[in-house]
């Protein structure tokens, strides 16, 4: 939310005795507003280093022009503070983009302005704030920010508050948006928190080579994830246990089909980092009893594998966390792929499911 403030476009505030009807239809933010959440996050965030890096340029601008008041005979004493100030911040302001314009469901306006010379804003305007909001928490979040805002220019005199030089009121909506942004994260977490995590998989390497071609098929049983947000970190871990069964989908040797039976069986250690925007994966296996075996026309082998082999490595790395995210990986770009080696190739697909169960689904 943006206003102009002489030449100085800023979010505005209301507080003070204001009151904005609550609507019994608003309801709280779930699961199923996760996206909203998310994308209201990373607009916050933006917004506070934008400003407080706006913050720093213009007081680079304007500290050097209150010495030069200070001496009659310099050359830059009649300049005015405020307009160089606000050319140099129109200028920062041609680069403001925030990354969701507006964010997943917002229907309520751009901007709500506060009346030159005044604390004050229009009721109607902060309605269709609230109303415009996903969910009842944003909505809190949007109002607050301008609620500080209003106290302030109230608490210091309207005077005072709009007679300030553009670097103090682009400070002043940084922290504004690093209280936002710092509120929506825990939001964020509550939502994750009270949702359940769960994570399956399905691995099909496809190995082909002179008079050899092999289908391997790799299940990794559905897992619910355990663990909370960490306080005070941005990241946390969710962790669980689960197993993966591999069997010979298809196969071909030599020009000559062949068939499969048996299956080799995996204790699978899973570890999901998390910040609610990203995610990354990591897994442990480790061998457990089980063989599979081949016929073919004129002959049959089987395959023994060693027990507790053991294997560890990263699935994925910074992938979106949605309510429910399918990761698809090309085969021949995963770990194991460089070791088929002897003028044979990979191919296939790595299929990774997550999802955010809500509560009572």
Known sequence: MFSTIKAFAVSLALGGALVIPVMADQQQCSCKNLQSVQEELRNADYAAKFFADMAAQ???????????????THPDSDVSIHHRSSLKRTEIMGRFSLPHRPAHGYTGPATVDMKYGSCEQQPAALEALR???QCK????????????HRAKCARDTAAVYWDRLPSQFAAEEAERYREQAKATRALLKRIVDEGTVTIEARLEPRIMGPQFDVTYSYVTQSVEMEG???PGSDKWMLKGKTRRAGKIKSVRIAGISCTSSGQINDDIDMALELDGLTMALDNKSKGRPGDVKIRCKGGHGMSMRPQGEVDAGNVFAKESFTVDTEVSQDVSTLPFAKYVTGGMSVSGKNTVSVKLVCPGS
Not at 58 to 72: C, N, Q, R, Y
Not at 137 to 148: G, I, N, Q, R, T
């Open 131 to 133: 109303a415009g909001s």
């Open 58 to 72: 213009l007081k680079a601008v304007e500290d050097p022009l209150i010495e030069a008041h200070k001496i009659p």
């Open 228 to 230: 909370n947000s960490s």
């Open 137 to 148: 928490e944003l909505a809190d979040f949007s109002l607050e920010h301008e609620a500080v």
